[in-house]
């Protein structure tokens, strides 16, 4: 039993709707992918912010447990001398000392490489620093051991959770590096 031609123009026209709406539902399903991204997003930006805001008064406890007298906490710092830049989360600093914070919510290796960058410029781009002793500081929600380690090894201040309380996880013995 062959099927007519008019039959067959019939069931191309029906898989060509078909494919029309199979499209419709792909480029829906793109949309809502999208703005689903656009949500994790800022949902890591708010989640940045609230490290931020739960560091910045612990700040002047942990580093004067560290022998830094912390006469005040700067934040979201922003600099722009011609064609460069940088932002600073915390920056927490007395007359001789500046500790550039940088806060997220799950620290990566490139976070802290970035902040090494961040740190070499900090002088050049604000010379009211330059005579300072220019130190660095990581803290964040999740610290990967293996990211906590790098940071320590690179001279940084690792910050983290401990229970309730903020704490830096540096041992006694540690020495940040100075810029």
Same mark, same amino acid.
């Given at each position: ?36 991204? %656009? ?9 940045? =912010?609230?490290?931020? =805001? &739960?560091?910045?008064? &612990? ?13 005040? *906490? ?23 000392? *500046? ?40 803290? %964040?929600? *999740? ?27 540096? =041992? ?8």
């Amino acid at each position: 039993m062959s099927a007519s031609a008019d039959e067959i123009w019939a069931i191309l026209r029906e898989l060509a709707q078909s494919q029309k709406e199979t499209d419709r539902k792909f480029q829906e399903t793109d949309r809502k992918i999208k703005e689903v991204t %656009a949500s994790i997003g800022k949902l890591g930006n708010r989640l940045g =912010d609230f490290i931020e =805001d &739960a560091v910045r008064p &612990a700040a002047v406890r942990l580093f004067r447990e560290r022998g830094i007298d912390v006469h005040e *906490v700067q934040q979201n710092v922003s600099v722009q001398r011609g064609e460069e830049g940088i932002e600073v989360d915390l920056m927490v600093v007395n007359d001789t000392d *500046v500790v550039a914070v940088e806060c997220k919510s799950n620290l990566k290796l490139d976070d802290v490489n970035e902040h090494l960058t961040r740190l070499a410029k900090l002088k050049r781009l604000l010379p009211r620093y330059a005579n300072a002793r220019v130190m660095g500081a990581v803290a %964040a929600m *999740v610290i990967p051991d293996n990211v906590a380690r790098y940071a320590y090894s690179k001279g940084l201040f690792v910050i983290g959770q401990s229970g309730e309380h903020l704490e830096i996880r540096n =041992d006694a013995q540690f020495a940040p590096t100075v810029w």
